[in-house]
């Protein structure tokens, strides 16, 4: 082989190698969904080597967790806590009416020599126009589902759960940036007997809109991956009869 051609083969080399350490390397994880509603505020710290590399996650115990209210500059301090081993690397906060609609709130991660921030402002709270809690609604005129505005919400996502609840069942979420959604059309697959439901509907904030609606596009904080938002929600029951 001519000098040239393997000092180009060597170069080539090397700069794949670059490529693939740099790939690997080593970031922090976290993920935490803000809601004023929740008695506990939870935060999931683990690391990751790759985006798209699958990994047991173990989680991290050892790392310093704040939630910061940027408007009344006040400061929470997460805790550690291990219930069993499906719950390793959680860390939690007493609510206590620390996260307030339509505050701003910065959550700092920090490990070794990494640090992960990101800053949401939480939705207001809202509530069903119609219908109400309680109602019995006749399935053939049965066709709106209406809520109030919340204020910085960025869109709104309506879910429709059978009484009782089937956890084999899976629920498809109705996603909307209106506070109404016309039903007429896809009722049928809402409600298919006659019996009791429940309809929750959450205002998201624009990170977690992002987030379950471009799962594919990389969600970073800072030097680290993972996902910080957040939402708020009102729920109903209701009893649809058909025919």
């Keep these: ?34 809601n004023p509603k929740d008695i506990h ?21 050892d790392a310093s967790v704040f939630l910061i209210n940027e408007d009344e500059k006040e400061t929470l301090k997460f805790i550690y806590l291990t219930y069993n081993n499906d719950k390793e690397g959680y860390y939690y906060g007493k609510n206590n009416n620390f996260v307030k609609p339509l505050n701003t709130y910065s959550l700092w991660v920090i490990f070794q020599k990494d640090t992960l921030t990101k800053t949401t402002k939480i939705p207001d709270t809202f509530s069903f126009i119609f219908p109400k809690d309680k109602d019995t609604l006749f399935y053939d005129t049965f066709n709106y589902i209406y809520w109030h505005k919340s204020k910085s919400a960025y869109a709104y996502v309506l879910f429709v759960f059978k009484l009782p609840k089937d956890t084999l069942t899976d629920y498809f979420p109705l996603f909307t940036q209106d506070t109404f959604l016309e039903i007429r059309e896809i009722k049928e697959g809402l409600f298919d007997t006659t019996g009791f439901y429940e309809l929750k509907v959450y205002a998201w904030d624009y990170n977690r809109y992002q987030w379950a609606i471009k799962r594919s596009e ?6 680290g991956y993972g996902h910080f938002s957040s939402q708020t929600d009102d729920r109903i029951t209701i009893f649809v009869k058909r025919d």
Excluded at 41 to 60: L, P, Q, T
Aim: hydrophobic share 45%; with cysteine.
């Design 218 to 223: 990389l969600d970073t904080l800072y030097h």
């Design 1 to 34: 082989m001519p000098f040239r051609k393997f000092y180009i083969f060597v170069l080539l080399l090397l700069f794949c190698k670059k490529i693939e350490i740099e790939k690997w390397q080593r970031k922090i994880y976290a993920f935490s969904i803000l």
């Design 41 to 61: 505020i939870k935060c999931f710290v683990d690391s990751n080597y790759s985006i798209e590399r699958k990994i047991e996650k173990k989680g991290i115990a």
